[in-house]
């Protein structure tokens, strides 16, 4: 009989993986977008939140959260363009809510509002998450100047064909006699040569 393979994904590991991938560099909490005033990022007493308003009855939430303020009753609120056009407005209003209260408690009145909001997490914070430990996300690996380091694993649990890290990351020239010399043909004096010219 044919079987299947497990195939566990979760959701959680995803966003861990990519930023492995490119380091983010955005600095700016509000990046222009004007579709539902973007997805603005506010400081909190002890971090960050991110809110997501993507539909009008989530802007009413959002709205409804901060205690329906008067100057968020004109029905051009409505427009998508019109909040981006506004949105340092929006964000100070966020923030007058969000700065005096934590993450946790902003997060809550978010959710008891239906308005979907996210803490935005540290490095350390997503490798000390339950849920990353839990999935096994973060592997010990033996590297030769550091002892064990941690590194992101695969973001899958395949139960046929289970993904593992079979070496650390390359010391600094490590591999330099395999490619220069293995791979394009030069001699080992020349390596040596470069490498006293400071050149490699």
């Known amino acids: 009989a044919l079987e299947g393979a497990h195939i566990g994904l979760g959701i959680w590991s995803i966003p861990g993986y990519s930023l492995t991938l490119s380091i983010p560099e955005n600095q700016r909490r509000y990046p222009g977008?004007?579709?539902?005033?973007?997805?603005?990022?506010?400081?909190?007493?002890?971090?960050?939140?991110?809110?997501?308003?993507?539909?009008?009855?989530q802007w009413d939430s959002m709205r409804r959260m901060l205690g329906n303020p008067d100057v968020l009753e004109s029905p051009e609120w409505y427009s998508g363009a019109y909040r981006?056009?506004?949105?340092?407005?929006?964000?100070?209003?966020?923030?007058?809510?969000?700065?005096?209260?934590?993450?946790?408690?902003?997060?809550?009145?978010?959710?008891?509002?239906?308005?979907?909001?996210?803490?935005?997490?540290?490095?350390?914070?997503?490798?000390?998450?339950?849920?990353?430990?839990?999935?096994?996300?973060?592997?010990?690996?033996?590297?030769?100047?550091?002892?064990?380091?941690?590194?992101?694993?695969?973001?899958?649990?395949?139960?046929?064909?289970?993904?593992?890290?079979?070496?650390?990351?390359p010391c600094l020239g490590e591999h330099n006699e395999d490619i220069y010399c293995r791979e394009l043909g030069l001699s080992k004096e020349s390596l040596v040569a470069l490498r006293r010219a400071g050149v490699i």
């Open 33 to 57: 977008r004007t579709g539902a005033a973007g997805y603005p990022v506010c400081r909190c007493k002890d971090g960050l939140i991110r809110f997501a308003p993507l539909a009008l009855r």
């Open 84 to 169: 981006g056009a506004n949105a340092d407005i929006l964000i100070a209003l966020l923030e007058e809510y969000t700065m005096v209260r934590t993450v946790a408690e902003v997060f809550d009145a978010a959710a008891k509002e239906g308005l979907p909001a996210a803490p935005v997490s540290t490095v350390r914070d997503f490798m000390n998450n339950p849920q990353t430990q839990a999935r096994g996300f973060m592997v010990g690996v033996e590297h030769p100047l550091v002892g064990e380091a941690l590194y992101p694993g695969a973001p899958y649990k395949l139960s046929e064909t289970p993904c593992n890290i079979r070496r650390p990351a």
